[in-house]
Structures are given as structure tokens and as C-alpha cells.
């Protein structure tokens, strides 16, 4: 039998402050890197509001981990105190958008982060009253409290429609609010968001435009290096920090994944009882990194979606030489997969929109293809990560 005196760590050998490595840490200006062009850039958009005057919309584009997220919530975090000092009152409501998805769910969020309930005597249910209340009383809160306000609406492709965006970014010239001023940030992993827009949002919304690059080796490792004192001093090898970002800079550029990657080789040196974090618990921790990462996304999806995912997984480690594989070879193998788990399949042009919600994920890579005038154009796909991680979730996944 265990001894319970012997079954927690007393005392951590490896972290000093492992929030420095969490994702959801805003760090202090000094730990943001490479990215002072972004920030200026935001900065100049949103200046009007230290005046009282209406900030600029912005929109955000760039791959995960780009900094998008971390340099808007700082801008903001910046703009509200400057903003106070010039005696101009301001605030802003942070909106992730893959959680409140919905046009009601999100309104409620911004209402609820900006309410006062002391001041205004509002209140703001979870539920219980239609959208148009929830708009009605932030109209209220927004006149009542505030000069200005920001709202920032992360992964904003993943609202249901725009709906909210046409709300907010003309409630001042529908009479809705009179004393507030309101500037919309929105973030979008996908550059070809845009293109899918309400052509009235997009002209009232899409007033400045930025592009948040990948970071490089050297980038990754002076982030990194920013918070190594996550860890207690000395207990990172030298090669750590470097091969953390050689991979991160090979494979993606993203920061989120190569902080990820550099607190997973501490959990990993910690599980292992070492004193220090070494080199080769890099590898090890980018392929937990991968894994989870999956682990996520696939969690949240359909059983037939998984099916389909599963069927590319299959093709591909069966025939890892194959560039990509065309619809109807994966919908045979889908095919296949549904008799072995007892439910029917879908239809062709289901499991296509299936195909290309994946590739909107990141998931996998789309290309069309012309067969000549015998077989006509054709789509192939392919994974862009390695199909014996994905092979690995969807079996975790589906034991869940």
C-alpha cells in the first residue's frame, strides 16, 4: 500500500513560476517579443479612444501562435490606463469567440465583462431573455460607464454570422449608444475570413488590416528565454531553450506550442525525478504538444467526423509514400470504418464538408487536381501532421 506521506512532491525541483509557461499568462511588456511593429500598429489604431474619440476596427490576421491574442489583450490592457490618466473612461471585453459562438452568447459576455451591477443596477442572466434584451441593456452599461470601449472578439471566424459585428460596429450611428464610443478587434487564424463576410460589415468593420507573421528560430528562443525564470536557476541545459525553438521555427513558428513544448520537457524532467531539464526531453515533449493539441480539437467533434478523420489516418499510414488521397478513396475507407462501428454512413457530400471542416482546422491540406478531360477535376487531401499522432488521439479518444 502507498504511503500517503510519499505520494505528493513536497517541494518542486524543476518550476520557480510555472505560470510564466501557462498559455492563458498575459506577460509584462518586456516578455512580449518580435512583435513591437504589430503592437505600434494596434496602438495607432486604437489612440483616438485616449481622447474620447472612436478607436479604429481593426482586424487580425495570422497562424496560431502568432501573438495576435497576447497583442491585443496588452494593447488594451495599455489603452484603458493611459485612457484613465487623460481622464477619459474606458474599458474593454474579451470575447472567445470558439466558446461563445452564438450572437446571444456573445453579447451576454461582452454585457457581463463590462456590467458594473453596483453602479448600473443591471443585472445579466445566463439565460432566461431574448438578444435583443441582452443588446438593450449593454447599450445601457456602455452610456452609463463609459467614454470609450474596446471589444475584442477572438477567433472571430467562428461565429455563427455577423450579426454582432454589424450591431456593434454601428451602434453609434443607429442611435443605439450616445456617450460611448465602441472599436471592434477581431482575430482570425484564417486570411480568407474576410472574403466570407456581410459586404455592409465588411465596409464598416474592416478598417485597418494586419498580418501577424510566424515567429523565427531567434524570435521562439529570446520568447522563450524571456521565461526561463518559469524555472528554478539552473536546472535548464543550455541545448533546451535552442532545440525548443529550432523545432517550433521547422514546424509551425508558433509561440503558444514552444512555450507548450518547453514547460511539457519540465513536467517530463519532473515525472522522471531529474534535477535538470535536458535536451532529449525536447522531442519527447513536442510529440505530448502534438498530441494534446489533437486531443482538443478532435474531443469536441462528432463520431462521424472522427470517422472520416480516421479514415485519411488509415491511408496515410498504410501508404505513407501517397501524396494525398482523393475523396472517394477516403469515403470508401469511411465507408468501411462505419460497418466496423455498427452505424450507418453518411452521404458523399457530407463527409466533403466534413473533409473541409477539417482542412479548415488545420487538420489537413486540400488541393484540387485535373484528371484531363477523361476524369475531370478532383480533390485531394492530406494530413499535415504525422498519422501515427492522429492514429494515437482518435484511439484515446474514442475509449473515452
Not at 473541409?356 to 499535415?384: M, V
Request: glycine content about 6%; some cysteine; aromatic content about 6%.
Amino acid at each position: 500500500m502507498t504511503n500517503a506521506d510519499d505520494l505528493f512532491v513536497r517541494e518542486d525541483a524543476i518550476f520557480a513560476n510555472k505560470e510564466l509557461l501557462e498559455i492563458n499568462h498575459l506577460p509584462d511588456e518586456g516578455r512580449i517579443v518580435g512583435r513591437d511593429e504589430e503592437i505600434s500598429n494596434l496602438a495607432n489604431a486604437v489612440n483616438p479612444a485616449i481622447f474620447g474619440q472612436s478607436p479604429s476596427n481593426v482586424l487580425i490576421f495570422g497562424k496560431t501562435g502568432t501573438g495576435k491574442s497576447l497583442c491585443a489583450k496588452y494593447v488594451s490592457n495599455r489603452l484603458t490606463e493611459t485612457a484613465g490618466e487623460e481622464g477619459v473612461n474606458a474599458e474593454y471585453a474579451y470575447v472567445d469567440c470558439a466558446q461563445d459562438s452564438t450572437e446571444t452568447q456573445a453579447v451576454q459576455t461582452i454585457a457581463k465583462s463590462l456590467n458594473d451591477p453596483d453602479e448600473t443596477d443591471i443585472t445579466i442572466p445566463d439565460k432566461g431573455i431574448s438578444t435583443s434584451t441582452y443588446y438593450k441593456r449593454l447599450w445601457v452599461i456602455l452610456d452609463q460607464l463609459y467614454d470609450v470601449s474596446l471589444v475584442i472578439l477572438d477567433e472571430i471566424d467562428k461565429l455563427d454570422n455577423d450579426d454582432i459585428l454589424m450591431q456593434l460596429s454601428r451602434a453609434g450611428e443607429a442611435g443605439k449608444i450616445t456617450n460611448c464610443k465602441i472599436g471592434v478587434i477581431g482575430i482570425s487564424n484564417k486570411i480568407k475570413y474576410k472574403d466570407r463576410m456581410d459586404e455592409r460589415v465588411k465596409s464598416s468593420l474592416c478598417e485597418r488590416e494586419y498580418v501577424f507573421p510566424p515567429y523565427d528560430a531567434s524570435q521562439l528562443r529570446e520568447i522563450m528565454n524571456a521565461r526561463r525564470d518559469a524555472f528554478k536557476k539552473g536546472v535548464l541545459a543550455d541545448g533546451v531553450i535552442p532545440r525548443a525553438a529550432a523545432l517550433a521555427a521547422r514546424e509551425h513558428g508558433d509561440a503558444r506550442k514552444a512555450i507548450d513544448m518547453l514547460r511539457y520537457a519540465g513536467e517530463i524532467a519532473q515525472s522522471k525525478g531529474a534535477e535538470t531539464v535536458q535536451e532529449g526531453y525536447v522531442t519527447e515533449a513536442r510529440e505530448r504538444a502534438e498530441t494534446d493539441r489533437f486531443r482538443e480539437l478532435i474531443r469536441g467533434s462528432t463520431p462521424h467526423s472522427r470517422y472520416t478523420l480516421q479514415a485519411l489516418t488509415v491511408l496515410s499510414l498504410n501508404e505513407p509514400d501517397e501524396g494525398g488521397f482523393r475523396t472517394t478513396r477516403i469515403y470508401d475507407m469511411y465507408e468501411q470504418i462505419c460497418r466496423q462501428a455498427g452505424t450507418s454512413a453518411l452521404s458523399l457530400r457530407r463527409v466533403r464538408d466534413l473533409l473541409k471542416e477539417h482542412a479548415f482546422l488545420d487538420i489537413i491540406e486540400q488541393s484540387r487536381h485535373s484528371g484531363g478531360s477523361a476524369e475531370g477535376s478532383y480533390t485531394e487531401h492530406q494530413l499535415l501532421e504525422d498519422p501515427e499522432v492522429l492514429r494515437k488521439v482518435l484511439t484515446e479518444t474514442e475509449e473515452e
